[in-house]
């Protein structure tokens, strides 16, 4: 099974979803512990879109990320690496447009989105510097992006737990419910190498964007990251 390396060359990240694709939804349910749905309306909230914005949901994936903004009546634009996973989300979601494109290289014109943002999707890119430089040149100026990642617990000692649930529970479980459990072993590996939400505030406010503030989710297991574009 094709699995990505913490270098996340963009083939081997676009082969690793193309092959959980399938699967992908119902085992984020289960790992999460339904704890995602709670994380998207956190997420639609701190982007403050209103109906008839035009939003951009990068790293969409199977279009999960998008179905509540486009559910509130936001014209929402899912792009994604994989072919895979674009594959499912035009099946479940035949109503959304979705984009083939690389968060390095993005497929749209400069301030072309009141808003943009991305799930659980920064994370595994090769270049975040470069991936947040180019939300920031298809936003339009005073349009807002908030970025939903993996972050670092606040309690120090739940943090120790988090630590080793990711560490011994999540490859078992995955192998229960995923035929990808390599996936799963990236997925602990790529959050333990992730910055803390104050080093990502920072590298969001030097590739440009203004008025940066973040909101830890679940005691800081997902953490909100909100900037406007000067
Ligand atoms: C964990 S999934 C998140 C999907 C969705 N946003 C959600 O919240 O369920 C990460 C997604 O990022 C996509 N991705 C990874 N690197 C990318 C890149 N360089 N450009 C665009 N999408 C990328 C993957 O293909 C995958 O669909």
Redesign the pocket.
């Known amino acids: 099974m094709p699995r990505a390396a913490l270098d ?1 060359d ?1 083939r081997d ?2 082969a ?3 092959a959980v ?1 399938h699967r ?2 119902l085992t ?1 349910d289960v790992i999460s512990l339904g704890q ?1 749905r709670a994380w ?1 309306r956190a997420t639609l909230a701190a982007l403050g879109a209103e109906r008839g914005e035009t939003v951009l ?10 179905e509540p903004l486009a559910d509130a009546g936001v014209h929402v634009v ?5 072919t ?3 594959r499912v989300g035009r099946r479940r979601r035949p109503d959304l447009p979705f984009v083939a ?4 290289h993005l497929p749209f014109a400069d301030e072309s989105f009141d808003a943009v943002t ?4 920064l ?4 270049d975040v510097d470069a ?1 947040l430089r180019e939300l920031l040149r298809v936003t339009r100026p005073g349009g807002r992006m908030v970025v ?1 990642e993996f972050s670092r617990p606040t309690f120090a000692p739940f943090r120790t737990v988090y630590t080793n649930y990711l560490m011994r529970a999540l490859p078992p479980v995955a192998r229960a419910v995923s035929k990808e459990p390599d996936a799963y072993v990236y ?1 602990a590996e790529s959050i333990r190498s992730w910055p803390d939400q104050r080093e990502l505030g920072l590298l969001v406010r030097d590739a440009g964007w203004d008025k940066v503030a973040f909101r830890n989710l679940s005691g800081g297991i997902v953490a909100l990251h909100r900037a406007t574009r000067p």
């Open positions: 996340k963009p990240v676009a690793m979803f193309d694709a992908y939804d984020n995602d998207r949901d990068l790293a969409a994936g199977t279009g999960t990320s998008s899912p792009c994604d690496l994989s895979g996973m674009l494109g690389d968060a390095l991305m799930s659980f999707g994370r595994n890119v090769s991936a939903c997925l």
